[in-house]
């Protein structure tokens, strides 16, 4: 499967080794001098080793890798002990991965690994339980952080009074470039992707639109690396079991593209959802909205 994941550039690193203690999972080592990525189903994908390199040698990349998978990453972890456990555990809480928050913790339970604090730590203490019910920032540029806002958004009356919209976003980010189509807040979602303009032109589109689905943005006509798109759709749609995609787009030609991609994603993840087109106006109207026959 395409998903994201970070590419080494070895001209550039210097084998400081500042990534390494930052990829709680085990992906990075350093062997030969330079940081390497040992393993696809060890990296997570979510950047925590960007904000270290002082060299700028990492980056994400798109491009076929192994599915990440939590238990193996726990395998790997129990041996290292109490403190790189709570880091990792921490990691996941911070980027809004609930899913795989609880495979980690049905695992330790499965396994009665022992988390007291009397438990070895196999070197300094990274991390505190404390810190992770109130989690810091993380590393890497704070754009790309996951997070799952499906907890905290309280219901609101179904009318919004002129002076008074109420947010209906359950994640960030929201851009299709920097979605993680591993994200938990993808799982069985139903999924508005929307041309970038389509929330400005129209007011109420949180409320019409939004409420209760996950979201992602595109421009087919501006935007580089359509073919990313494509791929990216097709792991939600075919890995991540999307539930419906309602394409909302502006009514100027150009437009038209971003549910051409849908098109071309579902033929490639080989499984059919429903799939509804809505076509706004340049002030904000709703000119056309139905599903679609696949």
């Given at each position: 499967m395409k998903r994201q994941i970070i590419e080494i550039d070895e001209e550039k690193c210097n084998g400081c080794g500042l990534c390494i203690p930052n990829c709680h999972e085990g992906a990075l080592q350093l062997i030969d001098g330079k940081a390497r990525l040992i393993s696809d189903l060890f990296c997570d994908g979510l950047g925590a080793c960007i904000g270290h390199c002082p060299e700028g040698a990492i980056k994400f990349v798109e491009r076929e890798a192994e599915p990440y998978d939590e238990i193996k990453v726990m395998e790997t972890l129990v041996p290292k002990g109490r403190n790189t456990i709570l880091a990792h555990l921490e990691h996941l809480k911070e980027h809004g991965e609930e899913e795989f928050l609880a495979q980690a913790i049905a695992f330790l339970k499965e396994n009665k690994v022992d988390m007291s604090p009397e438990a070895p730590t196999h070197g300094e203490p990274l991390k505190t339980l404390h810190r992770m019910k109130h989690p810091h920032q993380p590393g890497g540029c704070p754009g790309l952080a996951q997070h799952d806002f499906r907890d905290n958004v309280e219901p609101h009356a179904n009318t919004h009074s002129a002076n008074m919209y109420f947010s209906e976003l359950r994640q960030w980010p929201v851009q299709l470039h920097l979605l993680n189509p591993a994200a938990s807040f993808l799982r069985g979602a139903d999924l508005v992707l929307a041309a970038d303009c389509v929330a400005f032109s129209m007011g109420n589109f949180h409320s019409h639109y939004l409420k209760g689905k996950s979201l992602a943005i595109a421009c087919p006509k501006l935007d580089t690396g359509k073919e990313i798109y494509v791929d990216k759709l097709a792991?939600?749609?075919?890995?991540?079991?999307?539930?419906?995609?309602?394409?909302?787009?502006?009514?100027?030609?150009?437009?038209?593209?971003?549910?051409?991609?849908?098109?071309?994603?579902?033929?490639?993840a080989a499984r059919k959802i429903p799939l509804k087109k809505a076509i706004i106006s340049v002030q904000g109207e709703i000119i056309e909205e139905n599903w679609m026959m696949n």
């Open positions: 792991a939600m749609i075919r890995d991540a079991k999307l539930n419906t995609i309602t394409v909302v787009m502006m009514e100027v030609p150009c437009c038209g593209g971003l549910l051409q991609i849908v098109q071309w994603a579902m033929q490639k």
